[in-house]
């Protein structure tokens, strides 16, 4: 089958923690998302890639780093930093970053802090 | 800048009856359009979009869609809802000026009433 993988579905972090969320796809597509979502409010951009090797910030990227060593692969690192990671995670690829392009998404993983 | 909106926080609706789901939307040039549907805990998933032509949309599972550039819209509608299409509805319009990314309406939750 094909698509877009993430794990795991629930995560739980201790205060202090790195944790990585991973994300593959196996649609060969070049461009990768990562989302937030957070109740009441629409998706927040956090990083995107365009091409291996390369990434760039969305619009909540304090916080967080990712990494695009392989096509397939876009893991996100919520780091100490973030002040506030309790929240549902949605990683997402498209063909390339043509507008006219829909976007795929991975089932999603729910961190919370403890 | 582009924006997004959602008008709606919540829509009910009995089963056989008619919905719509309200979107609209603010860019400096041509608009491109998207509607995704969320089930709970799960990702987003495409349900049509308008790049350009007819102003009537067909997408999955029986959704259509209505461009109406006059009034800067783009409303999700089915003929007959059905109660399995009780679930979470983002509209999403591509920012041109903002390389390319998608911009996301806080997300419209349909309850179907059997």
């Known amino acids: 089958d094909g698509g877009i993988t993430q794990s795991p579905k629930y995560l739980f972090r201790k205060e202090g923690q790195n944790v990585t969320l991973s994300c593959e796809q196996n649609?060969?597509?070049?461009?990768m998302y990562w989302y937030r979502q957070d109740p009441g409010q629409g998706l927040r951009l956090i990083y995107y890639s365009q091409i291996v090797n390369d990434f760039q910030k969305g619009d909540i990227a304090e916080g967080y780093s990712v990494s695009r060593e392989k096509k397939e692969s876009f893991p996100l690192t919520v780091t100490s930093a973030q002040k506030n990671p309790t929240a549902f995670y949605l990683c997402?690829?498209?063909?390339?970053?043509?507008?006219?392009?829909?976007?795929?998404f991975g089932p999603g993983t729910r961190l919370t802090v403890l | 800048a582009q924006s997004v909106a959602q008008p709606e926080d919540q829509v009910n609706v009995a089963e056989g009856n008619p919905l719509t789901v309200k979107c609209t939307y603010s860019v400096s040039g041509n608009p491109y359009l998207f509607w995704y549907v969320q089930y709970p805990n799960r990702g987003l998933q495409f349900l049509l979009k308008y790049i350009t032509g007819d102003n009537l949309v067909k997408g999955s599972y029986g959704f259509e869609a209505e461009f109406n550039k006059s009034q800067t819209s783009f409303h999700l509608k089915k003929p007959s809802a059905l109660v399995s299409d009780s679930a979470l509805y983002f509209c999403a319009v591509r920012d041109l000026d903002s390389n390319y990314q998608l911009i996301w309406g806080a997300g419209t939750k349909l309850i179907i009433k059997p």
């Open positions: 997402a690829s498209s063909p390339d970053r043509s507008s006219y392009n829909e976007q795929f």
């Open positions: 649609l060969n597509h070049d461009a």
